[in-house]
């Protein structure tokens, strides 16, 4: 009796290989997929904290305001090379410029599409507040996303 494999369990060996390696790349690439879908989702969700976290910080730290309509914002701060510190809402973008000579600088990554921006003062004239909303677009992997910051921020007294 001759040990070995014939040439059909040979073939049905490589077929059934073959089939386990074809889905084991299949499994494979679904996950790189899904984790650059939660990268870049998490570099959107930074990029939100930071725009949020940096108006809110500069409101903090403004001692007054110079101007307010509904897309801008203008605070008098104390240090000279930051004052005044301006915020706008400028062709998809949430800007900031320091100094009497500051260039606008956008906030938002070019990945972040600001869509609305809404500054409202509250509160007294002795405690006063800056509430802000954002809104902002995003398109990962083909599929767009919209968050909606909204925040209420004292000066600093």
Known sequence: MKKGFTLIEFLIYLALTGMVVAMGIQLFSLAQDAIKFSQAQAEFERNLNFMEETLSYWIRQASGILSLTSTSLELSVDNPSFNPTKFRHHEQNLEISQGT????????????KVTKVIFEKTGSSSSPLISFEIEVKG??????????????????K
């Open 139 to 156: 398109r990962i992997k083909g599929k767009e996303i919209t968050r909606i910051i909204k925040s209420t921020v004292g000066l600093r």
């Open 101 to 112: 000579s500051g260039s606008w600088q956008p906030l938002n990554s070019s990945n972040v």
